[in-house]
């Protein structure tokens, strides 16, 4: 299968700063990657939809110049937390479809804590 | 009623035995199904794609789409201990556009396998 890698595994930052997280699909190009954010005992939500080249669309109730997104060429999309809070801390996990597919694989995930 | 439902757990069966797991999805018009499992602390890893009426397998794995109502299953033979993981429906709700690719997740079933 397809493999996507994320950046770093986890993080500890301190309130009121910003965090920048990678997600890389190594073996395919991906146009298209997503990414999702998923709290204890919960399944993963959808935050954005990363666009090669174009601006991030942004689900309903996900405040875009919080999450900063850039999807600067087919293999790399980056997630930004600005100003991080206690209650950003989440489980973040990137996914992409190959551009010739529909299954999406997940990178493995990153653990941002914020103290 | 929420757009990804999966029948409520935790599910718990011995080893060896068959277990089974439900999945509903509210549009109509969805295309693409499928099955991740995710153990605690980790990213979801598909398991299983299913586009067409009918059934797939692989493996131990059988998933089951019967989109008249709007209904898919995934069926795991012969459970092993290391089954033991939630397990998570995803579908594309809708036919495309600017919903391709976009996943909708049920709220995961849990599913332990005992010795």
């Known amino acids: 299968g397809a493999v996507v890698s994320q950046h770093p595994s986890w993080v500890i930052c301190k309130s009121g700063t910003s965090v920048k997280i990678e997600c890389r699909s190594l073996?395919?190009?991906?146009?298209?990657m997503f990414w999702y954010r998923q709290f204890p005992k919960q399944s993963l939500m959808l935050m954005a939809t990363s666009n090669e080249g174009s601006k991030a669309t942004y689900e309903q109730g996900v405040e875009k110049d919080k999450f900063l997104i850039n999807h600067a060429s087919l293999t790399l999309s980056t997630l930004t937390v600005t100003s991080a809070h206690p209650e950003d801390s989440s489980f973040y996990i990137c996914?992409?479809?190959?551009?010739?597919?529909?299954?999406?694989?997940f990178g493995p995930g990153t653990r941002l804590t914020v103290t | 009623q929420k757009e990804v439902e999966q029948n409520s757990g935790p599910l718990s069966v011995p080893e060896g035995a068959i277990a089974s797991l439900n999945c509903t999805y509210s549009?109509?018009?969805?295309?693409?199904f499928f099955w991740y499992r995710q153990y605690s602390g980790k990213s979801p890893e598909l398991i299983m794609s299913i586009y067409s009426n009918g059934d797939k397998e692989d493996g131990r794995f059988t998933a089951q789409l019967n989109k008249a109502s709007q209904y898919v299953s995934l069926l795991i033979r012969d459970s092993q201990p290391s089954d033991s993981a939630t397990y998570l429906c995803a579908v594309n709700l809708g036919t495309g556009g600017t919903s391709y690719g976009k996943l909708t997740f049920g709220q995961g079933t849990i599913l332990t396998v005992h010795p």
């Open positions: 073996d395919f190009q991906a146009t298209t």
């Open positions: 549009d109509r018009g969805s295309q693409s």
């Open positions: 996914s992409a479809p190959p551009v010739d597919g529909y299954e999406q694989y």
